[in-house]
T-cell receptor, first 114, second 115 residues
């Protein structure tokens, strides 16, 4: 069990550019979550996958945000036309879906939009 | 609305002391899970302890224990024999069973352990 991994760990981009983040969950975890966390705050839910199906999206997830989980393995989160307000830590978590429901988190991708 | 309240934005104690972090939550659900997560400075979110709402016995993990009062919707975390490595943000969170399993988070308590 290697844990949840995220790539990149840090991303600096200019306003208007597109960025894509990747998350690799714990193997055989069928649930995958994306959260956004700003400094000094708790995480905010963005979206949730069960296997390859995206089952829920937060109202926080504007049309500029899209997430995929092809084949129910890794997931990508893309932000198009980034804005300075998108600067945050993007956290990925996974859970086994066997009833225990503990979510295990990756190290996060810190995004800075200039 | 389902919410989590952590009323202590920041706490500091001396190393080896015991500290209790408070958490209250609001839900109309009867079945849910409760969690305490720890997030050290610039490091990832780590599970500290979890509690199933249907269990009356309070969860314990080494130096960490909870006081779960279901009727009062209270879920406090006690850290015994605190260590410098316990310095972190501590988040209380819960998952109502009908929520598509999204965690509902408190705002966090910054805990500083002083040498």
């Amino acid at each position: 069990d290697t844990g949840v991994s995220q790539d990149p760990r840090h991303k600096i981009t200019k306003r208007g550019q597109n960025v894509t983040f990747r998350c690799d969950p714990i193997s055989e975890h069928n649930r995958l979550y994306w959260y956004r966390q700003t400094l000094g705050q708790g995480p905010e839910f963005l979206t949730y996958f069960q296997n390859e199906a995206q089952l829920e999206k937060s109202r926080l997830l504007s049309d500029r945000f899209s997430a995929e989980r092809p084949k129910g393995s890794f997931s990508t989160l893309e932000i198009q036309r980034t804005e300075q307000g998108d600067s945050a830590m993007y956290l990925c978590a996974s859970s086994s879906g066997t009833g225990q429901e503990t979510q295990y988190f990756g190290p996060g991708t810190r995004l800075l939009v200039l | 609305a389902q919410t989590v309240t952590q009323s202590q934005p920041e706490m500091s104690v001396q190393e080896a002391e015991t500290v209790t972090l408070s958490c209250t939550y609001d839900t109309s659900e009867n079945n849910y899970y409760l969690f305490w997560y720890k997030q050290p400075p610039s490091r990832q979110m780590i599970l500290v302890i979890r509690q199933e709402a249907y269990k009356q016995q309070n969860a314990t993990e080494n130096r960490f224990s909870v006081n779960f009062q279901k009727a009062a919707k209270s879920f406090s975390l006690k850290i015994s024999d605190s260590q410098l490595g316990d310095t972190a943000m501590y988040f209380c969170a819960f998952i109502p069973m009908d929520s598509n399993y999204q965690l509902i988070w408190g705002a966090g308590t910054k805990l500083i352990i002083k040498p």
